[in-house]
């Protein structure tokens, strides 16, 4: 499995992606919002576009699927709940199922929050597991849930899909929000050198060049994943929170983000 990373230099800053099976040659748009550029990427390296998959049903999620499709002939995927809000879905992906492609075997996981009806995939064919999480899990943050969303179904499918992923998952986000969200971080927790480390590594790299980090290294400095941090607790109670569980750090955080 090769995949390449298409940054966007839109205003959203997108990240496509085309993961190709070096084997067969046969690839899947995951997310396609520039079809011409996943095309060009795409017979760059010979590859044939059998799948497109959306995560979910935003437009900077599908607004490349028909001149993919239109040039590929590839079916368009999406969650069995996105029949209907995505045009031409083909197949709706069922939680958990795995289908493959070529050589690569993906997961569909389940992950509502930044809307109803938004799925990851997750590698299983891989060593280490690639985890392509759309809008739910950016580097350093959760999606948000202001466009469709619920941060109750967002706080559930951390807790239930995301805590259980190993430390060696790779992230594959839909955008390139990592210095924004350092920064964020670094307001809850200043004293983290794990973020102030990888806010230094970053902050003169272009879009193109970012780091891939692992829910390891995430879990380092990501407060949407460090909801037992004492001093993160201590930081939201002292700004007048009230934090009586996880969730109420997921979602004062989540609320934080939004106003910050
Ligand atoms: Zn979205």
Same mark, same amino acid.
């Given at each position: *499995?090769?995949? =390449?990373?298409?940054? *966007? @230099?839109?205003?959203?800053? @997108?990240?496509?992606?085309? &993961?190709? $099976?070096?084997?067969?040659?046969?690839?899947?748009?995951?997310?396609?919002?520039? !079809?011409?550029?996943?095309?060009?990427?795409?017979?760059?390296?010979?590859?044939?576009?059998? #799948?497109? &998959?959306?995560?979910?049903?935003?437009?900077?999620?599908?607004?490349?699927?028909?001149?993919?499709?239109?040039?590929?002939?590839?079916? &368009?995927?999406?969650?069995?709940?996105?029949?209907?809000?995505?045009?031409?879905?083909?197949?709706? #992906? &069922?939680?958990?199922?795995? +289908?493959?492609?070529?050589?690569?075997?993906?997961?569909?996981?389940?992950?509502? !929050?930044?809307?109803?009806?938004?799925? $990851?995939?997750?590698?299983?064919?891989?060593?280490?597991?690639?985890?392509?999480?759309?809008?739910? /899990?950016?580097?350093? $943050?959760?999606?948000?849930? +202001?466009?469709?969303?619920?941060?109750?179904? *967002?706080?559930?499918?951390?807790?239930?899909?995301?805590?259980?992923?190993?430390?060696?998952? =790779?992230?594959?986000?839909?955008?390139?929000? *990592?210095?924004?969200?350092?920064?964020?971080?670094?307001?809850?927790?200043?004293?983290?050198?794990?973020?102030?480390?990888?806010?230094?590594?970053?902050?003169?790299?272009?879009?193109?060049?970012?780091?891939?980090?692992?829910?390891?290294?995430?879990?380092?400095?990501?407060?949407?994943?460090? #909801?037992?941090?004492?001093?993160?607790?201590?930081?939201?109670?002292?700004?007048?929170?009230?934090?009586?569980?996880?969730?109420?750090?997921?979602?004062? /955080?989540?609320?934080?983000?939004?106003?910050?």
């Amino acid at each position: *499995m090769k995949v =390449i990373r298409l940054y *966007m @230099n839109n205003r959203l800053r @997108n990240f496509n992606y085309i &993961i190709g $099976c070096e084997k067969t040659g046969q690839a899947i748009a995951l997310d396609p919002l520039d !079809g011409e550029a996943v095309l060009s990427a795409a017979k760059a390296e010979g590859w044939q576009i059998k #799948l497109i &998959i959306n995560t979910h049903e935003h437009h900077d999620h599908i607004e490349g699927n028909p001149t993919v499709q239109a040039a590929t002939g590839a079916p &368009i995927w999406a969650s069995e709940h996105a029949i209907g809000k995505i045009p031409n879905v083909a197949r709706g #992906l &069922i939680a958990n199922e795995v +289908f493959e492609l070529g050589s690569m075997v993906f997961k569909v996981l389940p992950t509502p !929050g930044h809307t109803p009806v938004h799925v $990851c995939l997750l590698t299983v064919s891989e060593k280490n597991p690639i985890l392509f999480s759309g809008d739910t /899990l950016f580097n350093a $943050c959760a999606g948000n849930c +202001f466009n469709g969303g619920n941060v109750d179904q *967002m706080y559930e499918t951390f807790k239930a899909v995301l805590k259980p992923l190993p430390d060696e998952t =790779i992230l594959y986000p839909g955008h390139d929000y *990592m210095k924004t969200n350092l920064g964020f971080s670094l307001v809850w927790e200043p004293n983290n050198e794990d973020t102030t480390y990888w806010q230094r590594s970053v902050e003169s790299l272009q879009p193109n060049d970012m780091p891939y980090m692992t829910l390891g290294q995430e879990r380092l400095y990501n407060p949407f994943l460090r #909801l037992e941090s004492p001093s993160l607790i201590a930081k939201l109670e002292a700004s007048g929170e009230s934090i009586t569980s996880s969730r109420a750090v997921f979602t004062a /955080l989540r609320s934080r983000r939004d106003k910050w």
